[in-house]
């Protein structure tokens, strides 16, 4: 079952520690955006940093803390839109031909008048046994 999946090649990263400016642009835009969470109280604002190669990756910071975060789908941002394939038409329905035709339930009285030959048939093998014994009991 391995040989049949599909191996894709083992994807190398920059070094830790490097400096994210560093990192290469997609299609003319830089690798991140830095923001800033508030302009009317800078004392007490966060610096956010955003991934534009992973959509959902965030790093925000005030002062010494710091923590990151990632909520997204893990996918890598591409210029191409996604569309995913629309699925297959439904099935027309089953045309009934005349070797397919539904037949109705028996009522109770014609399931006993279908039984009663064959418990007869039963009864009367009894009796012609019967009838065997005796012959050979006279012998």
């Given at each position: 079952?391995?040989?049949?999946?599909?191996?894709?090649?083992?994807?190398?990263?920059?070094k830790?520690?490097?400096?994210?400016?560093?990192?290469?642009e997609i299609?003319?835009t830089?690798?991140?955006?830095?923001?800033?969470s508030?302009n009317l109280?800078?004392q007490?604002?966060?610096?956010?940093?955003?991934?534009?190669?992973?959509?959902?990756a965030y790093?925000f910071?005030r002062g010494?803390?710091?923590?990151n975060?990632?909520?997204?789908y893990g996918?890598?941002y591409t210029?191409t839109?996604?569309?995913?394939?629309?699925?297959?038409?439904?099935?027309n329905e089953?045309?009934?031909?005349?070797?397919?035709?539904?037949?109705?339930?028996p009522?109770?009285e014609?399931?006993?008048?279908?039984?009663?030959?064959?418990?007869?048939?039963e009864?009367g093998?009894d009796d012609?046994?019967?009838e065997?014994?005796?012959?050979?009991?006279?012998?």
């Amino acid at each position: 079952m391995k040989a049949a999946a599909q191996e894709f090649p083992r994807e190398e990263g920059p070094k830790l520690l490097t400096p994210v400016g560093t990192d290469a642009e997609i299609e003319n835009t830089k690798a991140w955006t830095t923001k800033i969470s508030s302009n009317l109280i800078p004392q007490y604002a966060c610096a956010f940093v955003r991934s534009n190669l992973w959509p959902g990756a965030y790093t925000f910071a005030r002062g010494m803390i710091w923590e990151n975060i990632y909520v997204g789908y893990g996918h890598k941002y591409t210029t191409t839109d996604y569309r995913a394939e629309l699925p297959p038409l439904p099935a027309n329905e089953y045309n009934d031909g005349v070797e397919i035709v539904e037949a109705d339930d028996p009522t109770p009285e014609d399931e006993a008048k279908a039984n009663a030959p064959e418990e007869q048939g039963e009864e009367g093998e009894d009796d012609h046994e019967e009838e065997l014994e005796n012959e050979e009991d006279d012998d």
